[in-house]
Structure formats: C-alpha cells, structure tokens
C-alpha cells in the first residue's frame, strides 16, 4: 500500500505533536504524504507537559507488557512493530529494565521521536496553537489533540459535535530520587520474578508494610488535604488512573488488590514473614537515579504528598524530583461521533487519533495514531481504505472505539469510557479445553489457553491481511 509518490500531493495537517500525532506523521511520509503537524509547546504550555518535545511522556514512561502471547497490550505491541511504528521502534531504542514490561527513558524516547520527525522532509512542524476549527480549506486533518486539547479546540470539537461533554479527571504519579530511598528495607525484585525486554526479574523496588502501617497509610490518605477542582464539577474520573486517595475511599482493602498487592514478592530479609502490603518503584530513567511510584496517582496537596509518602517503609527520607497532579483530559463519544476510519460524521475532514477517541494509553494511543495516519494516506492516495480485521488488537480496539460499545438507555451522560486494550474486546474463540496429556483445563490454565488461541488467530489474520491484495 505504501510508496513515496514523485507527484505533487497536498498534506495532511495534524493537530497535536503526542504519541499519536507523531506515529500519524510518521505513517503519511512512509506512505510518501505530505504533513504539517501542528504542536502548541512552548506556544502555549500544559499543566502536565514538562518539555517541548514531541511524544512526551507526561503519566508514565511504561508501555506495559511486552508478552504478544498472552497479553493484549503486549500483542499491540507487536502490531505495531510490524507496521512500522516510529512510537514502537523509539521504545526499543531507549528501553529501560522494568520486569515483564516495557519501560523507557522518557527524554531519550522523546528526544528520539523528535529528531526523527524533524529529519523527514515530507513532514512540516509548526509550533502554533490551532484556537478553534481547522480552515475549510484544510481539506484532511488529524486531530491528536490527547488529553490535554487546549479550551478553544475543545470547544469547537463540542459545539460541532453536540456534545454535553468531552472531558474526564487523570491523575500523575510522583518520581523519587533513587539516592534517597533505603535500601536496607527496600529490595529488588520483580512480581513473580518475571522477566522483560532489558529486564532481569528485579526490576522493582519494593517497600513492604506490616498491618499497622498499611491501615495507618490508608487513615492518612483518606484524612489528606487535597486538591479540589469545583469549577469542573460533574466531570469523572477515568477508572484506570485513579488518585490513590480515591482507591481508598472504595474500602480499606482496595489497596491491597491494587497497586499495593504482596503478592509475587518475597522480602529477603524477612523471608517467613509476608507484607501485609507493598508499595512498588520503577525504574524512570536510563540513568537509574530516578523511580516513580506504580499506581501511585493523587490530587493530595504537594505539602501532604511529602509528609503521608514519606510514612512508607524506605521512603522516610525520600527527595520527590516530582511531585504528583491532577489535570483533566478530554475525550470524544467516539462510538456515535466517528465512523470506522476514525473520520467525524459531522465533518469527514476531521479525522481524530489518539486519547481523544476514547483509548487509554500510550500505545494505544500511538495505535489509533497509526491507523489514522494509515487511513489519511490511503484517502490522499486514492487507494483502497483497507480496516484492520477486529480479530487482532489494533483492529479490536479500532473496533471498540468506533462501534463496539453499547450505550445504557437512561436520562444521563454517554456511558462510553476511555478504554485501554484487553481481550475481552476481541471476539470470542473456541480454545483448548485440554492439555497435551488430555486433562481438562482449569483455572489459570484454561485462560492462558484462551489468550494464546488469541494471539495466535491475530498474528495470523495480521499476516493474511498483510498479503491481500489491493
């Protein structure tokens, strides 16, 4: 499908220089399409961005899991590597050792992505702030606006849409000078011992806590002055980044099956005695003298994220290189406003990637980035709009974004939430019911077997389409 065209074609403009508005660009010039990608920083500057590079990491510099064999985002990964992701191929370049996962040194990654676009003559980058619609004339645009689509935008988007509403809450985790944690309680080791790409099965800092001080942490997060956003009232949080305080809110336990979960973790000092709960640190940078804090989110006021972190087993005297946040994100209900190459019903010039389509995550989304940039170059090109098959992980969650979620009947806002890849939104298969020796799968077995069946039908499906012909 892709080739570089020696005709005059005219670009495609892309509004937004994150994950996916970098991977979208990237995708037109190896299709040989013109772009101009238009990125505020430092024009206007974000409550969360740090830099003004392109493909910032501003949450997390984790990419999740690299098993394409039994986990979906992991499976994602791979696609996209097979479809010539810069996003991906970046990631590779700067990973950094993080267990089971994909972790990478956010400057180098960003630093990477940046040169990259800047290096190719078919992509133009404009450091302007688009304040409201694109000009008409603009007769393709991506709009990879993320999370963080500035108010003006957001507004036209509404307005042109009809929507009530367009945002949700998200939340960003502190980063601790590694330096400053002690090491005579905290240790090294990844959940299960498991291995990743760069990693060696200990991977994590781990800080154990016993019964009395976890219940104390949990009083103390709930007791907590906090930072409080009345003027966005009625705006909810997206359930897969959730301030820790919240979490704590839903029950004293919460913590415990979530980020502060003991299990897989033995403490070598104490080998007999299991932790009641454990807080987890990984790695953040190449260097390893930074480590932020895993699942560790919050809106708690600056002054007490100090105090009440600081009452963790090994992290007493920590130095915070950054302290966490809370800022709002934006995001489409994308399965009534887009069609299935992304494009606006209202206006098919427009044409979203990223966040805004209601993915959460930086692959997924510098996936929805990529078919995006796919699917404009097929349409300057005159070629065949070829969608993905649903059965693999691009494709499922292009297919969930666009038309697989059911809206509940009721008097209340779109019920479609941001929504990060998982197997339950492939469809379903028959997988093996047995073992090699014939005994019949139970437990963690029997799901294994099933997220294998998974895929391998969508490395298979990807291969066919991939052979198709035009």
Known sequence: MFFRSMTKIAPVHIIGGGLAGSEAAWQLARAGVPSVLHEMRPVRKTDAHQTDGLAELVCSNSFRSDDPHTNAVGLLHAEMRKLGSLIMASADRHQVPAG???????????DAVTAALEAEPLITIERTEITGLPPEDW???????????????AESIRAVTGEKQLAFFDAIAPIIHKESINMEIAWFQSRYDKTGPGGSGADYLNCP???????????ALL???KTEFKQWE???????????????ERGAETLRHGPMKPVGLTNPRNPTVKPYAIVQLRQDNALGTLYNMVGFQTKLKYAEQVRIFRMIP?????DFARLGGLHRNTYLNSPQLLDETL???????LRFAGQITGCEGYV??????????????SERLNTPLRTLPSTTALGALINHITGGHIETIDAGPPSFQPMNINFGLFPPIAAPTKNAEGKRLKGPEKSIARKRALTERAAEDLDLWFTQPL
Not at 100 to 110: H, Q
Not at 139 to 153: E, F, K, N, R
Not at 209 to 219: G, I, L
Not at 370 to 377: V, Y
């Open 364 to 377: 997924e989304s510098a996936a929805i980035g990529l078919a995006a940039g796919r699917f404009a170059a």
């Open 139 to 153: 007769d393709q645009v991506i709009i990879a606006t993320g999370p963080l689509t500035s108010p003006a935008l």
């Open 314 to 318: 090994g992290l007493e005297e920590a």
């Open 223 to 225: 007791t907590g002055e």
């Open 343 to 349: 494009r606006l019903k209202a206006l098919p010039r």
């Open 234 to 248: 009625g705006v909810p949080y997206f359930d897969g980044c959730l301030p820790i305080e919240v979490m704590a």
């Open 100 to 110: 089971g996962a994909l972790a990478v040194d956010r400057i180098g990654f960003s």
């Open 209 to 219: 806590m016993d019964r009395d001080q976890y219940f104390a942490f949990v009083d």
